[in-house]
């Protein structure tokens, strides 16, 4: 029996709940049958409900289930399904929405829905569709079941796939054309222009074949979403304003902090200074902590003697 487990609802729960909508079979969606379930089992636990009564209930349900799953193939299961806005970007056809995939109705193009345990929702499988990329996006977990942030993007022959921006350490890497994009604010390293590109934010001496600049910084560090605005502030006065909302990957635990940069051109964080206790003079402006390293992590930043194919995007398997 399950017991103290939370009830989160996982990748498969959701397939199954959409798909037993599709099929018309409500009883197993209601929270409150399945709790009448539970306390059904506890009765039987305490030998106040007859086994046998139980189970024949829960076998008729069951058969009710598989004949009519039996009436539908995996992708013609009925539901409340969308037809995207975006066209095929292969044929030009109507892209429909299943219960697993957005598929087009014409070719053989279709995507998952849930890339990375994480479903991705109408309007944004639409972008991705229309602009071949959508990103950074949050709320994606590795088979470990760690949070992590990527940008999706359509490869050449039309596959999804997770882009963590892990090419622009390649050597060969293609040049970036700025031009158009609002520079954010200048480098504290070499002084040039800083730029927002994939996951980063980027000095525009840091990408391309000849670097001579190393400066950049996440759009998301450890789950803080950094707006362009905080970035102007730490280019323009040294620091963002206090961000509320990383977590942890040690503790999992949410903490405040602003980022900072460090002397060395380097972005760290600082932590808000402790609130002096009454009664006790402790510096009124709190004592600064040294900062730490705040870059993200890039899920896979093996470096390899051996030259990569200028596209390297990692297929829908993130390891980490
Ligand atoms: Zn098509
Ligand atoms: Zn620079």
């Not at 099929?23 to 086994?51: A, N």
């Amino acid at each position: 029996l399950r017991k103290d487990k939370s009830l989160m609802p996982t990748t498969k729960a959701f397939q199954l709940l959409t798909l037993l909508r599709g099929l018309g079979v409500t009883e197993l969606t209601m929270p409150e049958l399945t709790g009448e379930w539970e306390s059904k089992l506890s009765q039987i636990e305490r030998g106040q409900l007859d086994r046998d009564a139980f189970m024949h209930q829960i076998s008729k349900i069951v058969e009710q289930i598989v004949a009519r799953a039996k009436n539908y193939g995996a992708t013609t299961v009925p539901g409340d399904y969308s037809t995207l806005q975006s066209p095929c970007p292969k044929c030009g056809g109507l892209v429909k929405e299943n219960y697993k995939r957005f598929s087009c109705t014409q070719c053989d193009f279709s995507i998952t829905k849930i890339p990375g345990s994480r479903q991705l929702e109408v309007p944004e499988a639409e972008i991705l569709i229309a602009e071949r990329t959508i990103g950074p996006l949050q709320g994606f977990r590795s088979r470990l079941g760690r949070p992590f942030a990527a940008i999706l993007k359509l490869n050449d022959e039309h596959k999804l796939e997770f882009d963590f921006g892990q090419n622009d350490d390649d050597e060969n890497s293609e040049p970036v054309d700025f031009h158009g994009q609002e520079s954010l604010g200048s480098c504290p390293k070499c002084q040039s222009s800083v730029y927002e590109h994939g996951m980063n934010y980027t000095c525009e001496k840091a990408v391309g074949p000849n670097k001579t600049c190393d400066f950049r910084t996440g759009k998301v560090i450890l789950q803080q979403e950094i707006e362009p605005a905080q970035i102007r502030k730490l280019l323009s006065e040294g620091r963002t304003e206090l961000l509320t909302g990383f977590v942890s990957s040690r503790t999992r635990r949410k903490f405040k902090a602003y980022l900072k940069c460090g002397d060395d051109g380097k972005v760290g964080f600082e932590f808000e200074a402790r609130k002096p206790k009454t009664g006790d003079d402790q510096a009124p402006s709190g004592k600064k902590l040294p900062a730490k390293k705040a870059e993200t992590k890039k899920p896979s930043a093996k470096k390899s003697a051996t030259k990569k194919p200028a596209r390297t995007a990692k297929k829908l398997k993130p390891r980490q």
